[in-house]
Structures are given as structure tokens and as C-alpha cells.
């Protein structure tokens, strides 16, 4: 018995003590992040696709371009949106969340500049970006006597996507591989089925309440699609930078999110950019 209470206390202290020197890395990384040149190569325009065929018919007979057309028409939400509106939202966030972050920010106007001075720096290209909508389908149940009640409803469906090339420019040692990324967020209508049973027939029955998506709901997405994209590229470099400055055959435990309001940092729980390099 303490024997094994030993070996936890062990275990639990080096467990910690692990912890501790990748934060103590993190701080460090952050105590020295200042004023890190970054260039953001922008899309020229934001796919706006319908995959949602909306009782099109004869639909699969069409050529692909006359099926995109007819989709795009067909439409409920992305024939409405100016695709200059979802790049302008993302950007603008994205670009304010880096400078906030410690980035000095440039972009295609001011390309010359930042590859005329010489410094470290990083470069940016978000290679593709699309707004795709769709209709998926969602199944309600619930069991009344040992029976079980299914209700199956269609439901839309909007996902923004994003794929972001991230390079170092300049780098006094080994440069950094090309990194590719990928990132989708998505909304969906609010359904919500209740079911109830009537006490005289034992008929089983359900009332629907549904709320669609609202266009003001998609331009929050890509606002806030942009600033969680900053952040997870800080995130990126920081763990990077904890990977590189751990003691020999040392491997870090966790991923970690600085949270530059609060200024503490916390275990990402969720995956922002998936790295399509690993």
C-alpha cells in the first residue's frame, strides 16, 4: 500500500513538473512575441455553392456548369450574399486578431515593402474560401411503452470553409515546411421535436419547433471564423516554439491557447486548423 502510494506521488510530480516547464516555455514565448511581420496573401473571391438540389428536376441530367447555375438559383441563403461581404467580414477580423495579437500585418498593397525588409517574418496565403450550403437530414426519437417513436426532418446547412498556407520568410536557420491548413465552421436551423402521447387513444404525437438559420447568424460565422483563425495561427507558433525548447526526449503533453484578454494560457479543447502536413 505505500508502495503504491510512492509510485502516485511520483508519477503525480513528474506529471507536473512536466506541466509546469511547458508553461514556463509558453510565457516565454509570449514575453518575447512582439512586432513578428506577417503577409497575408487575400483570396480573389469566396465560392458560393448550393449542394442542396431543392426538387430540381431532372437535375443530374445537366451539365455540370448549367447544375451549378440552377443550384446557385435555386439557392435559400447564398444566392442572396455578396461573396465581397463574407471575404471583406473574414478578412477584416482576421487581420485585426493578428495585429492584436503582436503581428505586424501587411497585405497585397503592400507587398513590396514587407519583401524588401529583410527581416523574419511570415507569409500567409488563404488559397481558397467557400460558403457552402446544404440540407442534412436529423432524426428525433423517443420511446413511449417500450415503443419507439421516430421523426426524421431536413434541416439547413451552412459550412465556411477555409484553406491556409502558412510559410517562413528569411529564417536565420532551417526554414519552417510549408503548412497547410484546413478549417470548417458550420450553422444549422434550431429544431427541436417534442413528442407527447394522448392519454384516451395512446396515440403517439409530436409538435416541431424550428427556427431557420438567419443571414445575420452567417455573417457572425465569418467574423468570428476570422478571429478564431488568428488565433489558432498564434496557438500554432506557440506550441511550436514549446516543441523546440523542451529538454531532450521531452514531448509536449498538451496543446495549448493563449488567451491574450485574460493573459493566461489554457489546453485547447478543439482542433481550429487541421493540419493537412501531419
Not at 36 to 46: A, D, K, N, R, S
Amino acid at each position: 500500500m505505500q508502495i503504491r502510494f510512492i509510485i502516485t506521488v511520483l508519477l503525480s510530480s513528474i506529471f507536473f513538473f512536466s506541466c509546469n516547464i511547458e508553461k514556463k516555455i509558453a510565457e516565454e514565448y509570449v514575453a518575447k512575441f512582439d512586432s513578428v511581420p506577417i503577409l497575408i496573401l487575400e483570396p480573389e473571391y469566396c465560392y458560393m455553392i448550393n449542394a442542396n438540389p431543392n426538387d430540381i428536376e431532372n437535375l443530374e441530367e445537366k451539365s455540370q456548369e448549367v447544375k451549378d447555375s440552377l443550384l446557385y438559383a435555386n439557392s435559400n441563403y447564398v444566392r442572396f450574399l455578396e461573396e465581397s461581404i463574407i471575404r471583406y467580414v473574414y478578412l477584416d477580423s482576421f487581420f485585426i486578431e493578428l495585429q492584436n495579437l503582436g503581428f505586424v500585418v501587411y497585405n497585397s498593397d503592400s507587398l513590396a515593402a514587407f519583401m524588401t525588409m529583410g527581416e523574419h517574418g511570415y507569409m500567409i496565403n488563404i488559397a481558397q474560401m467557400q460558403l457552402l450550403e446544404s440540407l442534412e437530414q436529423k432524426v428525433f426519437s423517443e420511446v413511449f411503452d417500450s415503443l419507439e417513436h421516430f421523426v426524421e426532418t431536413s434541416i439547413n446547412r451552412i459550412d465556411f470553409d477555409v484553406w491556409i498556407e502558412l510559410s517562413e520568410l528569411n529564417a536565420e536557420e532551417n526554414d519552417m515546411p510549408m503548412q497547410l491548413f484546413y478549417t470548417s465552421s458550420s450553422l444549422y436551423d434550431e429544431v427541436n421535436i417534442r413528442f407527447h402521447k394522448k392519454i384516451l387513444t395512446q396515440e403517439v404525437n409530436y409538435k416541431k419547433e424550428y427556427k431557420p438559420i438567419e443571414f445575420t447568424q452567417i455573417i457572425s460565422l465569418t467574423k468570428q471564423s476570422g478571429v478564431s483563425h488568428a488565433q489558432a495561427i498564434f496557438d500554432f507558433f506557440l506550441n511550436q516554439y514549446i516543441d523546440n525548447n523542451l529538454p531532450d526526449n521531452r514531448k509536449r503533453k498538451y496543446s495549448y491557447s493563449y488567451n491574450r484578454k485574460d493573459e493566461v494560457f489554457e489546453k485547447s479543447k478543439k482542433i481550429i486548423l487541421k493540419n493537412m502536413n501531419d
